[in-house]
């Protein structure tokens, strides 16, 4: 498999293409992609999905990914190393953020459809991606302090476009305490391991008891329930999106086998994962 290699600490660049030249491959940075016009399929691990005009796609250098373009496609790359994400965090004093997107960067098992969705935040980021490109092209006086800071702000959108993927009402008296535990339950919800009270707990340095009390209090529903929530979710873009067959679903989320999948689908959904593929396939 053919491999890119950029080593600059970010570029960004667009190309306008009606024929995908690139073989599948990886490359040693990490790569925001915008889709500014056009739609098709992108193929990215084991998975593909269809691609419009409005997504973004994260990857990192583990991911291998090609196109298969069915409208002329405007792509921009912000392409950047991890050095480079670090220091445009380190003088920020709420690390959240880079603690985070970090999170994201390692562990993207849950994340290979487009990270945003079609709201208005969707406007303002292509806003500031337009107001980025023009200004890292044009290299006027202290275009690298602008562009880091407009790249910050970008990554703080995204965040959030993360942190409200799943429509669940919370309590926002804890907020950052609270975002960063649904953040990594979200992250690592196909380990069980790391789902567990004990687990938890000692991570965020809460006893086992006050946090069932405290995740109950702010989002309204138990740990169990929760993870359910994000696990239901992520079956039903597989299943809507993704060409993988519902054993290798089953088996991407964590599932010992097909059946369990299908009865926790069904126990939530009404309808088993087969007859919800075809559904929504249509």
Known sequence: MKR??????????????????????THN???LLF???GFGIHHLNDLSFAYKAGDVFLLTPKDAHEFEISEKTIFTF??????????????????????????????KVVINSSIVSQNSDV?????LLSV?????????AFHKEIVQGL???????????????????????KEEKLQEILAFIRLNVVDSEK??????????????????VFLKHNIGMSLRKYCAEVKLKLAENLLKDSNLNINEIAEKLGFIDPSHFNKFFKKHKKINPSAFKVITKK
């Open 195 to 212: 789902l567990k009270i004990n687990y938890l707990a000692t991570k965020f340095n809460i006893s086992p008891n006050y946090l069932s």
């Open 123 to 127: 406007v303002t980021l292509f806003n």
């Open 35 to 37: 889709i500014e016009k």
């Open 151 to 173: 790249f910050t702000s970008i990554i703080f959108l995204l965040e959030k476009e993360f942190l409200n993927s799943f429509s669940i009402e919370v309590n926002y008296g």
């Open 78 to 107: 912000i392409k950047f190393s991890d050095s480079y994400f670090m220091e445009s965090f380190k003088d920020i004093k709420n690390n959240f953020s880079a603690t985070l997107f970090n999170q994201i960067l390692k562990n």
């Open 4 to 25: 890119f290699s950029d080593f600059n600490a970010i570029n960004i660049f667009s190309l306008e293409l009606e024929f995908w030249e690139y073989e599948l491959h």
């Open 132 to 140: 980025i490109r023009e200004i890292y092209i044009k290299k006027e």
């Open 29 to 31: 940075f990490y790569e």
